[in-house]
């Protein structure tokens, strides 16, 4: 009984080519056992060094007795073998069937481990289409010698040398005797071990399919160690789910077009995943290729980054909700699935809160943010698992309600949100009521688009404004004939603005004391295909919604630019003003000032001569802003007014901020002038107010003798209205200019 796996009729001789020995083994059993010392002379061996390695072996082979009995037991065979102070592999079919206590050792290995492993995993450069060049292995000799590399425990690569014994060539078994070898690595492959250790990059080298090198960066990344890595397949990296399928689309695009680089995920010894960027390369030996080599770069980082930015991008940074763009974006898919399952719709709630406005004023931004995040947490608790909130902008919210059959469904879900809305809110440890009026339209066949759904829900919502708020309303058949109504101006503004048929009509405004004329107010208005004259204030609210009243105040300061270059000619003296109106939106364009350059440049028109007027209500929103963007005009000598003052009674301290020149008060406050009590005390202390900050106050809506009179004796300094002149056309109004910038006298 021989060793297990090596049975062979004949005999056969091991030489190793530094410790020269010689055995003859016959029937598979060891007989006797020699140690010969014939040194080779080949280019990389020291005759003499090994001469002297192999003396001193052999004493000590000697010395415990190497005469074996052909009946030598198996365990005693393997235990001459495993007292070589060689490395000894017996080899069949390609595979090792046994290595002896040194070779065991010197692999790190236990006794089993090495079983039926190829042999070119442990000897490199043995065989063709290893990581080292060949040896020529001699098919007409029995023996011949060879130099490889072993790769050992803890990542080591080991020259070694000795000598390859065939034993049978049809069943290509062989005896492998070897020793580590006395050659130098070459310094070129030692820098590149280091320069590979020092790459930040992890860099792992696989020989068929078997992990045969990684640098220490490789166990940074992904937790293994050398060790651990060693023998193992880079595939175990790929996650479980697509672990064969990506394994495979990877190596046939590297053998297709020679290396590919690819941004995928990872997963490290404990389970995480690691984003990485991974170049796939062939590992090439003698044009041949034999494995891969592949380096990873860390990118979870800039992947994190990215995924930020891109959240950042589709959601509202204050609340976290999704953002409009976010929000068209789920409900055009809604739309989609709508349009695919006859049974599926869905609906939109649009929701805005009722006193944002009042609480951000007396309570401050802060708490305005605060209001905000709250809200948007209340409309997250009031939503069922398949329905997704948005902050549209400013206090406007908006939710897509999936999957319902009925407006009922719709319904439900709106009683349920502004059931949470009417709790009051703690902010700062003030309980505020907040209030919220919400809008909701179901998807029917008439919505053709997901924005048209939306803007049927805000429809309601502003018909549950009108209501008095606190409420929703439904979009129902009487709301749709509203919105055709809305549509139908939308249409005829935008016809006008194309075909160019706003005109101006102009009111002139006064001085109060002498009756002297001091400007004209510009009154856009439409000029119709008869030559009839329309009001503009329908249209201008459905303008400033959907986004008109930007194009046309391009048109209104070209006109009242040129208009004002064309009246200074024929009134030269510098004192004539012509003012125009502006909503909150126009007023707000960051192109506004850029366009009224534009509009001065080409009219040659002096900006000291032009007044812009606008809301109240349009600076009590952000004062900030609003002083932003008056002092760019005020830097361009371009003087404002605010129009309607008093109507909202907004804090009196913004006004104080505002780089204003002029205060128009509210019409209705031209009555109370001669009325008694807090009306009267109103009016006084509004003139008072804007006399002592040296601004001009303007009395607008003068229809009587003693409204005249008592704004006059109150220090109001100029006015306007049917008591003084009527809205007057333009040749009425050149008229006006000619007669010497007065009228009859209007003084108490």
């Known amino acids: 009984m021989g060793l297990p796996g090596m049975q062979s009729p004949t005999g056969w001789t091991l030489v190793a080519s530094a410790d020269r020995f010689r055995g003859w083994f016959r029937g598979g059993t060891i007989h006797t056992i020699k140690i010969m010392a014939t040194p080779v002379s080949k280019a990389g061996f020291h005759p003499a060094l090994e001469q002297e390695r192999v003396e001193a072996q052999v004493a000590s082979l000697e010395a415990i007795g190497l005469n074996l009995h052909e009946n030598a037991h198996p365990d005693i065979q393997r235990q001459v073998l495993d007292s070589l102070p060689v490395l000894v592999f017996l080899e069949r079919d390609g595979k090792v069937v046994f290595a002896n206590a040194e070779a065991r050792r010197l692999l790190g290995l236990n006794q089993g481990e090495w079983a039926a492993r190829p042999v070119e995993e442990i000897l490199w450069g043995l065989y063709p289409g290893t990581a080292e060049p060949q040896t020529f292995l001699s098919v007409t000799e029995r023996s011949s010698p060879f130099h490889a590399t072993l790769p050992a425990q803890n990542g080591r690569l080991v020259p070694v040398e000795g000598t390859y014994s065939i034993l049978n060539a049809q ?41 045969l090198y990684t640098n220490p960066a490789f166990t940074r990344m992904f937790g293994y160690t050398v060790e651990e890595a060693a023998g193992g397949s880079l595939r175990n990296l790929i996650v479980p789910e697509t672990r064969f399928g990506e394994s495979a689309a990877l190596k046939k695009a590297v053998d297709e077009r020679g290396g590919v680089t690819v941004e995928t995920v990872r997963m490290s010894k ?47 940074v204050l609340t976290g909700l999704p953002n409009r763009a976010l929000f068209l974006d789920r409900l055009n898919l809604a739309f989609s699935r709508r349009l695919r399952h006859s049974d599926y719709s869905c609906g939109v709630l649009y929701v805005d809160l009722d006193h944002f406005k009042e609480i951000n004023d007396s309570l401050g931004h802060a708490a305005g943010d605060v209001l905000l995040m709250a809200v948007a947490g209340r409309l997250r608790a009031s939503l069922r698992p398949q329905d997704s909130a948005a902050r549209l902008g400013g206090d406007e919210f908006a939710v897509l309600v999936e999957n319902i059959h009925t407006v009922n469904d719709l319904e439900i879900v709106a009683s349920r949100m502004m059931h949470e809305m009417e709790r009051p ?139 004002l270059r064309n009246w200074s000619e024929l009134a030269p003296q510098p004192d004539l003003m012509l003012s125009v109106n502006l909503t909150r939106r126009q007023i707000y364009d960051p192109d506004l000032v850029a366009h009224l350059m ?114 006059a004796r109150l220090g109001c300094e100029l006015g306007q209205g049917p008591l003084l002149s009527p809205v007057l056309d333009r040749a009425k109004a050149i008229e006006c200019l000619r007669s010497g910038f007065r009228t009859l006298s209007v003084g108490a």
């Open 171 to 211: 069943q290509r078994e062989a005896v492998i005797v070897a020793h580590p070898s006395e050659r130098e690595r070459a310094p070129k492959s030692q820098l590149m071990e280091d320069v590979l250790a020092s790459l930040p990059e992890a860099v792992a080298i696989e020989h068929q399919n078997h992990i």
């Open 270 to 316: 404990d389970g995480e995943l690691v984003d990485v960027s991974m170049q796939m390369a062939p590992l090439l030996v003698d044009s041949a290729r034999v494995g891969y080599v592949c380096t990873y770069r860390d990118i979870g980082e800039r992947k994190q980054t990215e995924s930020k930015l891109q959240h950042d991008a589709m959601h509202d």
């Open 425 to 563: 809110f703690d902010l700062f440890g003030h309980a505020v009521q907040a209030g919220a009026s919400i809008g909701a339209a179901m998807a029917g066949p008439e919505h053709g688009a997901a924005d048209q759904l939306l803007r049927d829900a805000d429809f309601a919502m502003y018909r549950a404004k009108q209501n008095g708020g606190g409420c929703f309303e439904i979009f129902d058949k009487h709301l749709e004939v509203c919105a055709a109504s809305l549509q139908q101006r939308e249409r005829e503004l935008r016809t006008a603005l194309d075909r160019r048929q706003f005109t101006f009509l102009y009111e002139p405004i006064f001085r109060l004391a002498s009756g002297k004329l001091e400007g004209f107010e510009c009154l856009l208005s439409l000029r119709r295909a008869d030559g009839t004259m329309g009001d503009l204030h329908d249209l201008l609210g459905a303008a400033e919604d959907n986004g008109l009243s930007l194009e046309l105040s391009k048109e209104i300061l070209n006109a009242v630019c040129a208009q």
């Open 598 to 711: 534009k509009a001065l440049a080409a009219s040659g028109a002096d900006a000291a001569r032009l007044w812009f007027e606008a809301p109240e209500s349009a600076f009590n929103e952000n004062p900030d802003a609003a002083v932003a963007i008056l002092q760019r005009l005020a830097d361009f000598q371009v003087r404002v007014a605010i129009d309607d003052f008093g109507s909202g009674l907004a804090p009196l301290n913004h006004l104080v901020h505002l780089p204003v020149s002029r205060i128009k008060l509210a019409p209705k406050l031209a009555a109370a002038a001669v009325s008694a009590g807090p009306q009267l005390a109103l009016v006084e202390s509004l003139i008072r107010f804007g006399n002592k900050l040296g601004l001009q106050v303007v009395a607008q809506g003068i229809e009587t003798p003693d409204q005249l009179a008592a704004l």
